[in-house]
């Protein structure tokens, strides 16, 4: 038994629900604990899903998951993809996840919308925005959000449930929280426009996921702090 991942993640969520008092907000309010597995064994993930505070597992890549997934027996929780998703492995993703939260384009969303009426499902998933500007990050642009929602909303097999936005790579906590500001305000302007609840935002890592809570995060996406350092092979 790894004693350091559950003590990790009793950790964790201390300092989530510390952050949510310390933002005034409601204890009745949950914040979703979203365990970023990316890089990690099936083994650890066994372990860290003992915890039952952790809501999700997070995969960056499809091969990945795909991977880890057909050794992985029973799931307790369900996963999310978290990471940019190629067009040709829209189909493998939605056999593998339950939800994608880095949806960012309008042709991803039409072909997704496509391969699930195919397979006969309805996907759950959130728009990843480019809060940040940084070009190295994934996510739509502001300036194409809007467009991105309205295509989305009409699609029968899609169902926007928020959003998703990576702080940027800062110490600057000015700058981080102006950045998880903006992606509230862009989901309060697209419910205005919507009429719908979209009540999700995912937003907080390992190292901002305080200042996150702080601006109204409902999902903290936590990898190192949880399972350590990450090694890629
Ligand atoms: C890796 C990753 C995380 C977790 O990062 P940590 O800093 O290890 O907590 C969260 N979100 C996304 C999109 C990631 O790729």
Redesign the pocket.
């Known amino acids: 038994m790894n004693n350091n991942i559950i003590n990790a993640a009793e950790e964790i969520f201390t300092r989530i629900n510390n952050a949510r008092d310390k933002a005034g907000r409601s204890d009745l309010e949950k914040i979703f604990f979203t365990a970023?597995s990316?890089t990690r064994n099936v083994d650890e993930m066994h372990e860290a899903e003992k915890f039952m505070h952790i809501d999700y597992f997070?995969e960056?890549r499809v091969q990945e998951a795909e991977s880890k997934n057909a050794s992985f027996g029973e799931k307790r929780i369900p996963w999310r993809l978290?990471?940019h998703l190629q067009a040709n492995k829209a189909r493998k993703a939605l056999e593998i996840f339950d939800y994608i939260d880095s949806l960012d384009s309008i042709e991803l969303a039409n072909r997704l919308n496509r391969i699930a009426g195919e397979m006969n499902k309805k996907v759950k998933v959130l728009i990843e925005i480019n809060t940040s500007g940084e070009e190295s990050k994934s996510g739509i642009s502001r300036q194409n959000f809007n467009e991105l929602v309205d295509n989305v909303i009409e699609l029968e097999n899609l169902g926007l449930e928020g959003f998703m936005t990576?702080g940027p790579l800062t110490e600057d906590k000015y700058a981080v929280r102006r950045a998880f500001a903006e992606l509230r305000e862009l989901a309060e302007h697209a419910r205005e426009i919507t009429g719908l609840e979209l009540p999700v935002l995912s937003m907080g890592?390992?190292?901002d996921f305080e200042l996150a809570i702080l601006e109204g995060s409902t999902m903290v996406?936590?990898?190192?702090?949880l399972f350590g350092p990450?090694v890629y092979k």
């Open positions: 970023v990316k997070g960056n978290i990471g990576v890592m390992s190292s996406r936590i990898g190192s702090l990450r």
